[in-house]
């Protein structure tokens, strides 16, 4: 089993839709959870974090975590075309571990 | 604010040479991290250094490779010799003390080991 996993992709979700990015870790012992985001060729770009139970609303994105079920998500609400990217989990247990992320594609 | 600087930005090499990376982290970040990312991957930490000295080196192949922050400022990543392998992004990323679990990450380097 992944430390962090995430499904590929791609993910693709139409201009104005509401995108769902999904992320599950192993170490139960996790306290700190980040998404990043990545266009291609390009470093990633850290975007939301959250460290508490529930939800976390930063404009357009909402971090959502659960720590009884391992599972942190990322909405992004009227998506763009300009959110095209490679969307990253990361997880800081007792270390930080990346999942490969999912490639998300909004359609104009 | 200048962001985290690193160069080169490409190499190539061939196998069983051996490569340099370095990397200017962001004016008064402590804390200094080398990332390799494989194609398709996540990034995978190397080694993460507090100042001049290594938190965590666990992940970092230390037959072949090596890294070192001297003064506590810029770092150097080597690696000698080079495998097909190692053919990937090499990303250095830093943090300050005030937000340690917020990374900024360099442009980073491209390796392609022939």
């Known amino acids: 089993q992944k430390e962090v996993e995430q499904n590929s992709g791609p993910l693709s979700v139409p201009e104005g839709a509401i995108a769902s990015l999904n992320c599950t870790y192993s170490?139960?012992?996790?306290?700190?959870f980040f998404w990043y985001r990545q266009y291609s060729g390009k470093s990633p770009e850290l975007i939301m974090f959250?460290?508490?139970?529930g939800d976390k609303e930063d404009g357009r994105f909402t971090a959502q975590l659960n720590k009884a079920s391992q599972y942190v998500s990322l909405l992004i609400r009227d998506s763009q075309p300009s959110d095209s990217a490679t969307y990253l989990c990361?997880?800081?247990?007792?270390?930080?571990?990346f999942g490969a992320g999912t490639i998300l594609r909004v359609k104009s | 604010e200048a962001g985290v600087a690193q160069s080169p930005r490409y190499k190539i090499i061939e196998k069983r040479q051996s490569v340099a990376f370095w990397c200017n982290p962001i004016?008064?970040?402590?804390?200094l991290y080398w990332y390799q990312q494989i194609l398709g991957q996540g990034p995978k930490l190397l080694i993460q250094?507090?100042?001049?000295?290594?938190?965590?080196d666990s992940q970092l192949p230390k037959d072949r490779f090596s890294a070192e922050r001297l003064k506590g400022v810029d770092s150097t990543l080597k690696i000698q010799p080079a495998k097909l392998e190692d053919s990937a992004v090499y990303l250095c990323?830093?943090?300050?003390?005030?937000?340690?679990?917020?990374?900024?990450f360099g442009p980073g380097t491209r390796l392609t080991v022939l």
């Open positions: 990323a830093s943090s300050s003390a005030r937000t340690p679990n917020e990374q900024f």
């Open positions: 170490d139960r012992g996790s306290q700190s």
């Open positions: 959250i460290y508490s139970n």
């Open positions: 990361a997880v800081i247990g007792n270390k930080l571990v």
């Open positions: 004016s008064g970040h402590a804390t």
């Open positions: 250094f507090q100042n001049n000295g290594v938190v965590d």
